[in-house]
């Protein structure tokens, strides 16, 4: 994957405020790229090589967290994000309005 593109994502990821959560798609669509949100997940697999960014902040169209990542949902509630259930919030009440 291109360097540019993930730090571009990144940058995105990165003014996303605490409190707050964006879907996949709507970085896409920042980024230009409105079909690619698939290809920002993949990025921000990556994320950790780049940098620290604030990718817990990152859910998908339902608000669903990552599968498998259990500390997502746990560092959400330390910023004040409360969780529908074990793995949703609700997107119509945190989601980033950029």
């Known amino acids: 994957m291109n360097e540019d593109l993930i730090y571009e994502i990144l940058s995105v990821v990165e003014e996303i405020p605490a409190g707050c959560v964006a879907t996949y798609g709507q970085i896409a669509r920042l980024i230009g790229r409105e079909k ?43 910023e004040g994000v409360a969780l529908k259930d074990l793995c949703h919030v609700d997107i119509k009440l945190y989601q980033w309005d950029c």
């Open 36 to 78: 690619n949100a698939r290809l920002v997940g993949k990025a921000l697999s990556q994320a950790q090589y780049y940098g620290d960014y604030p990718c817990h902040r990152v859910v998908n169209h339902a608000g669903r967290l990552v599968p498998g990542w259990p500390e997502q949902g746990q560092l959400l509630q330390a």
